[in-house]
């Protein structure tokens, strides 16, 4: 397999339970990336989180954040792709929040704003390496600063969550990419960003980048906002802890983000390079 772009996912895939990419996956990667493939990270996370294991890995290309709706370069800061949520859908969302009482995160550059939960954003922020603010109201906040937030984030119990979800889903669905996860202990998780955005629009944008085409890319996934990544990709690994949707559409299933399943899908890889 000749690959020249490879993809990977962040929260199941490259980190493990501590949020940690072990040193036998690092490893993997540096070596993968000695074989001329370029190495890039695709994650939900906004960029300061994300450009924290970019660094580790000497990532040299851009990176795609904030579930595809950001491609922009680690090092330079350059942007090569960025979609903000208009201001007016942005205003709708916190309006629903209020009316529903969500628990909702803007992201706004790298800050996140909450209105509630101040403990657990606390917790988010620092796992995150981002900055956290609380404010009394997020429509009060989007007026006030008139600036468009990149992606808003939700978790929420899963029985909670289950309370609103059919509702903000057909009052937003054809109007915002809503990106599902599985988050830990019985949480539920919804990304919000451009209608136009996703981790495979991001990175067929950075394929074109490269010069490389789609046969040419491998990517790494676990959750149901990878299926956009597969999408755009020659070849699909699923981890071993990942949704069954995600991996009926991969080529293989590797082992879990808790047994270095990157770093062993890695050596196959360059074992047939």
Known sequence: M?????????????????SEITVDTQEAIRKLSAKGVHITIATGRVFQSASYFAQLLNVNIPIISCDGALVKESKTGKEHYHRKIPIRLAKD??????????????????????????????????????????????????????????LISITEPDDRFHRYYDDLYRAFYNKLTLNRFTAANGI??????????????????????L?????????????????????EAGFKVAMGNAEQKVKDLADCVCGSNLENGVAKAIYAIIESI
């Open 2 to 18: 000749d690959f020249k772009l490879a993809a990977f996912d962040l929260d199941g895939t490259l980190l493990n339970e501590r």
């Open 188 to 209: 539920c998780g919804l990304g919000i960003i451009h209608p136009e955005s996703s981790k495979g629009k991001a990175l067929s944008v950075l394929a074109e980048h």
């Open 211 to 231: 010069g490389v085409q789609k046969e040419e890319i491998v990517a790494f996934g676990d959750d149901l906002n990878d299926i956009g990544l597969f999408e």
């Open 93 to 150: 969302i916190a309006k629903f929040g209020e009316e529903y009482e969500v628990y909702l995160r803007y992201y706004i550059g790298d800050i996140m704003y909450v209105d509630r939960n101040w403990e657990h954003a606390s917790r988010i922020s620092k796992r995150l390496r981002i900055q956290a603010v609380q404010i009394p109201s997020l429509l009060s906040l989007l007026e006030e600063l008139n600036e468009e937030p990149t």
